[in-house]
C-alpha cells in the first residue's frame, strides 16, 4: 500500500487507542516523508505536559504507555500491508525518542522488537485494528472465569518463554513472567498502595487534575478519567465536579493528606505483624482458596538483574556523569519494550473474552512493591527446591522485578468508552 497523508492520519488514530496512565496520551507521532537517500518513517517524542511527574517520577508507567503506542502503530501498519521496524529508542522520559521505520511490501511481525523479526514463528496470535478497539480496561466490577483465565494465562507465558520475552532483541533470554497472586495477598496490598496515593498531597493533586467530572469542561471529551469511566454515579460526579477545582486543589490533596496519615500508620503496624505471622506460617497466602465473586489478580514480572543493568533510576532527574544517562536510557528502551509485550498479553486476554482493570498503585507504592518482590522471591524458591534444573524464572538468585498489576475477569456491564485526542 502507498503511503499518503490520509493513511499516515489512520494510523495514527488507530495507535491513539493505546492505553496510557491517567489515559494522558503522552505521544506525539511525526511522520518524516522518504527520499531517494532515506526510508520514510515516524518520528515518536513525549509531550512534556502529560507526564505524571508525582505518581510517575521513575517515567516507568509512560515508558509502557510509549511502548503499547508502538506496538498498537506496528499492529495497524501491517494489517494495511506496511512493514514496520523500531530502528532506534533514545532519552529517557519527557527527552524520549522513538524512531520506526516504514516500508512499502510484507508487513514484519507485530511481535518484532528492534531490528528483530519472528516470522512465521511467532508464537503470539495475530492482530488486527479491530483488536486495538476491542480492547478496554473495564473499571467496574469483573467476574472470575477459571477455565478462561487458566487458558489465556499459559498461552501468555507461553508465547513469553518462547520469545525470550520483551528483552529477546538483546539475546538475554527468558526475562518476562505473568504470575497470578493470592486473593488473600492482593487485597491488603490494593489498600495500602490506595491509601499511599490518596496520602499523598502531589499524588493526589495530579490524580484530581486528569479526573473529567464534569461535562461542560472540554477536556471531559480529549483524555483524562470520566465519571463514566470509573463508574462514579452522575450525583456523586456532579458533587465532585464542583469541588475539583484548581484552587481547591492543593487545599483538597493537603487536608486528605492530614486525615489520612494516622490511618497509614495504623496499615502499616497491621502489615508489619501479618507478615511476622507469614514468616512463622511460612506461607504467602498460596494455597487459601480464592473467593468465587472475586477476579483473578496478576503481575506481570521482569528479571530484575537484566532491567537493573541500567543501574536503577536516580530520584534526581539532573544526572551528572554520562554513565548515569547512557543506563537510564538503556533502562528506558527496555520499559518500552515491556510495554509492547504488555499490551499483547491485553489483546491476548481480550481475545478470550476476558477484560483488565490495571492497578499501577502496587508496583508505584514502595511498600507494597517491596512486598510483591518478597513474594515473589519465596515463590522462586519454592519452584528452584521442586524443580531439578531451574529456569531462570524460578532460580533463587533470579530478582523477579513486578512491572505492571492489574486484575482479570469478565465484564459484567458494558464498559464505557474512554476519549481520545484523536477521535
Known sequence: MTLTPALIDELFRHAGRSPSA?????WVPRFVAGDGHSPAEVVLTVDPLRTLPAGDPTFEDLHLSMGCWVESFAIAAAEAGLSVETTSIRGCGSALEVRIQIG???PSSTASTVAADNGANDPWPPFGVADLYHRQVDRG???RDGAAFASALRAVNSALSATGGPLHSTGAGSSAE????PDQLWKPLQGRSSLYSLSDPAIFRETLDWLRFDSRDPRCFRDGLSANCLRIPPMIAAAAARLNTASLR???GSLT????TPVGFAQRIRASLRRRALSEDSGSGEGLPPRTTAPHRVILTVDDALTATAGGWSEDHDRSTRDDI?????????????????????LLFDRCGLRVDVHSELKDCPETKAELS???????LVESATTEIPSPQNSPRSRRRPIAAFSVGRSTSEVPRSHRLNT
Open 22 to 26: 491517567h489515559n494522558t496520551q503522552p
Open 104 to 106: 512499502e511490501g510484507t
Open 141 to 143: 466490577p469483573l467476574r
Open 178 to 181: 505473568l504470575v497470578e497472586i
Open 250 to 252: 492543593p487545599w483538597i
Open 257 to 260: 493528606s492530614a486525615v489520612l
Open 326 to 346: 547512557v543506563q537510564a536510557h538503556a533502562r528506558a528502551a527496555q520499559e518500552i519494550e515491556v510495554g509492547r509485550t504488555l499490551l499483547r498479553i491485553w
Open 374 to 380: 518478597a513474594f515473589l522471591a519465596r515463590r522462586s
